[in-house]
């Protein structure tokens, strides 16, 4: 999930820097990514309903957990919140949402030019909130997991566990 938020957030910026068929191409990209990431969305949360979050070191003080907690709540609903914005401001401009060859999405809004507009904006404004809550959630995740060590990162990233024991016990037998 992380690297398709990343790559939604990196080609929505090349989006809005580019013209012609480059801006086509991301387009075609920026699309079915976003409802993607919608749907894995929703398989996240019902997982999450069945097999809730590990608990967070008792090491962790009363503001971090807060912090934790809250951002794990505001990615949720951003990442949520940014593709439904998306599919509304596309509906409401009548554009079409074609998934893969003849998939399209149904309109979820009406057609209405001024709608857009507004929903245009909202959604860059969500991107770039989006973007600071990503990189201030992954720097938390990298402190926890270099400098703490204290099993937040592995938890997020089970697959990190074993290159950061590996990296652990180099730099043990290099002192």
Known sequence: ????????????????????????????????????ILILVVVR??????????SLPATMSVLERFGAKGSHVLLYILMALLPLVGWGMLSAARYPIVLFGGLHLPPILPHNLSLYSGLRQLHTVLAF????????HFGAALFHGLVRR????????????????????DRQSHE
């Open 1 to 36: 999930m992380a690297v398709m938020i990343l790559a939604m957030l990196l080609i929505g910026i090349g989006m809005a820097a580019s013209v012609s068929e480059r801006y086509r191409v991301l387009v075609s990209i920026h699309r079915p990514l976003g409802i993607a």
């Open 45 to 54: 949360l019902v997982n999450r309903l069945f097999n809730p979050a590990p």
């Open 129 to 136: 909130l989006l973007l600071a809550t990503f990189i201030t």
């Open 150 to 169: 204290d099993g937040v990162l592995e938890s997020m990233a089970p697959s990190l566990r074993n290159i950061l024991q590996s990296a652990h016990r």
